[in-house]
């Protein structure tokens, strides 16, 4: 059984400063860390809040996700994909059931689906010139409708390795609007070829 809050909050005290600072290690550390050590603290530890706040669309009926189920640039049965714009890497790129679950509700057969079409969307980013990974996350604790994210990480930028590429996407100036849209018209194009679907929600109704 793991900690509960408040003894997880103790644990983590016990190894902070007299202003509640953990001290830095580990990942800011790391040569591909974005920032130095040098002049950087970490925040105090906050004590834990519970109950949680609500995420985003815990009500379905007041769901971002379910209301642009017609927006993206993919599209088959279940599954919509988007791009995300303002990104500072390439390519920002997202996966959402067309209606409504979190991950640890998927159905099995979208759950199947999932690794399939994650599985495919990952090898097209990785076909486009001069990207070498497609980084994916789940994280969901801002949105309760899952959504699965795509990180492109430009080819040899070997700073942008790793676990701190979705930091290094929000220093990182904004990438060009047309090249990305370009590359994710690749990735979709490629999706329709290996996977299926279509390129527009509007099909959907015509079964086409
Ligand atoms: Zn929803």
Do not use: K
Not at 24 to 29: D, F, N
Not at 96 to 113: G, T
Request: charged share 25%; hydrophobic share 40%; aromatic share 8%.
């Amino acid at each position: 059984m793991a900690l509960r809050p408040d003894e997880f909050y103790d644990h983590a005290l016990a190894a902070s400063d007299a202003e509640r600072r953990l001290p830095l290690a580990r990942m800011t550390g790391w040569d591909i860390s974005p920032f130095e050590e040098d002049g950087l603290r970490v925040s105090p530890l906050r004590p834990p809040v519970l109950p949680e706040p609500a995420r985003h669309g815990e009500d379905p009926s007041d769901c971002d996700s379910c209301r642009r189920r017609g927006e993206g640039i993919w599209f088959n049965d279940n599954w919509r994909l988007t791009r995300i714009t303002g990104v500072g890497v390439p390519l920002v790129l997202m996966l959402h059931p067309l209606d409504h679950h979190d991950m640890a509700d998927l159905p099995d057969e979208l759950a199947a689906e999932l690794g399939v079409l994650t599985t495919h969307i990952v090898r097209h980013v990785q076909a486009l010139e001069h990207i070498s990974r497609a980084h994916v996350y789940r994280i969901g604790d801002g949105g309760a409708h899952l959504h699965i994210w795509f990180f492109a990480r430009p080819a040899g930028q070997a700073q942008l390795y790793g676990s701190w590429l979705p930091v290094w996407d929000d220093l990182l100036p904004e990438y060009p609007a047309d090249v990305a849209e370009a590359d994710a018209a690749l990735v979709a194009d490629a999706l329709v070829a290996s996977a299926g679907g279509r390129r527009r929600a509007d099909a959907e109704a015509s079964g086409g």
